[in-house]
């Protein structure tokens, strides 16, 4: 086991609500645990250039109901080089930095994994994204947040829809995963729901239109995941519009906001369990592990595995939501 006195916390990579409160878990549960913390700013890069904060109990008040990052985050490019990272190292044995606890995605694990090899550093990974894409934990901080702001605002959407009897086409995130897609959609009833682990078929979807029709619909709602075969919503939307000209569509990409917003408490409570593990799971010696949720209790997932594999989505789910929308 390596002797650790001083732990850095990082977030890395799209930020996500949440994202604070596992910082909050980790730095006072790393107090706790008589560890001196500290903060690397906007990821791995703080370690590069050496914006290294001191993080004590009061630095971390008043942050868990905050959406973003006190910490900043950013995707470094120059730690995926050898250069960059023995710069890091430099700077982290510089500054007596002996273990990390990195909050991000796979790419954000991918680095860890080079990283703690090459230096044998302890790192502590926890799954912070709100793609819901990791393998290896139930949920990733950031997904509950992230689908309850699509349903207010696909809820709102569907006001509009009902009152001008338009059909409202409607992208989200989540990367090449489906997980906000499918989710939001069947929370909103949306009549269609197009996701990347399933191939779209636009016959399918105008033949499933004209039914609806026929049954007097009047408005609907289609959600697409960004990452769908599809090419997107303005794709989809311009295929309904060649085909159904007498079709009131309206096209609304919900972006950057599905990042933002304060966490709800399921993010608050997964990451305040999370970052409370991180510390627990270093103090027992145990690195190179993103530390997830299973079925409710704490689970470890080597970064390898955490990377290589994906999270599998539930598709049968796309089936109930069809019956739904009848
Ligand atoms: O991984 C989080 C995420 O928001 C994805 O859903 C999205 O594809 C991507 O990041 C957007 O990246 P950026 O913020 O760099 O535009």
Do not use: C, Y
């Given at each position: 086991m390596k002797n650790i006195n001083k732990i850095a916390v990082l977030t890395s990579g799209g930020d996500s609500p949440g994202m604070n409160a596992a910082i909050r878990a980790v730095v006072r549960s790393g107090i706790y645990e008589g560890y001196e913390m500290v903060g690397s700013m906007r990821g791995y890069q703080g370690l590069i250039s050496g914006e290294i904060v001191p993080l004590g109990s009061r630095s971390v008040s008043n942050i868990i109901q905050r959406g973003g990052t006190i910490l900043k985050s950013a995707r470094c490019k120059s730690f995926y080089e050898d250069e960059g990272r023995k710069i890091a190292y430099e700077k982290m044995q510089a500054t007596g930095i002996d273990a990390l606890v990195v909050i991000g995605g796979d790419g954000t694990f991918t680095g860890a994994r080079i990283f703690g090899k090459e230096y044998d550093v302890p790192i502590v990974g926890l799954p912070g994204t709100i793609d819901n894409d990791l393998y290896g934990t139930?949920?990733?901080?950031?997904?509950?947040?992230?689908?309850?702001?699509?349903?207010?605002a696909v809820d709102k959407l569907r006001d509009t829809a009902s009152s001008h009897d338009r059909l409202f086409i409607i992208e989200v995130m989540g990367r090449d995963a489906g997980f906000i897609a499918l989710n939001s959609g069947i929370a909103t009833g949306a009549e269609m729901i197009l996701v990347p682990e399933s191939p779209t078929y636009i016959e399918e979807l105008f033949y499933?239109?004209?039914?609806?029709?026929?049954?007097?619909?009047?408005?609907?709602?289609?959600?697409?995941?960004?990452?769908?075969?599809s090419g997107g919503a303005l794709e989809v939307e311009q295929h309904i519009n060649e085909?159904?000209?007498?079709?009131?569509?309206?096209?609304?990409?919900?972006?950057?906001i599905q990042r933002g917003g304060s966490p709800s408490a399921s993010?608050?409570?997964?990451?305040?369990?999370?970052?409370?593990?991180?510390?627990?799971?270093?103090?027992?010696?145990?690195?190179?592990?993103?530390?997830g949720m299973t079925d409710n209790e704490i689970s470890m997932t080597t970064f390898e595995k955490a990377i290589?594999?994906?999270?599998?989505?539930?598709?049968?789910?796309?089936?109930?939501?069809?019956?739904?929308?009848?």
């Open positions: 139930d949920f990733t901080i950031g997904f509950d947040t992230a689908i309850n702001t699509v349903m207010e499933v239109l004209e039914k609806d029709w026929k049954k007097n619909k009047t408005s609907g709602i289609i959600i697409v995941a960004e990452g769908d075969d085909r159904f000209p007498d079709f009131h569509t309206r096209l609304s990409i919900l972006g950057h993010d608050r409570l997964l990451a305040s369990r999370l970052g409370h593990a991180a510390i627990m799971t270093l103090k027992d010696g145990v690195s190179g592990v993103m530390v290589k594999h994906h999270q599998n989505i539930n598709l049968e789910l796309l089936d109930i939501a069809r019956v739904l929308a009848i």
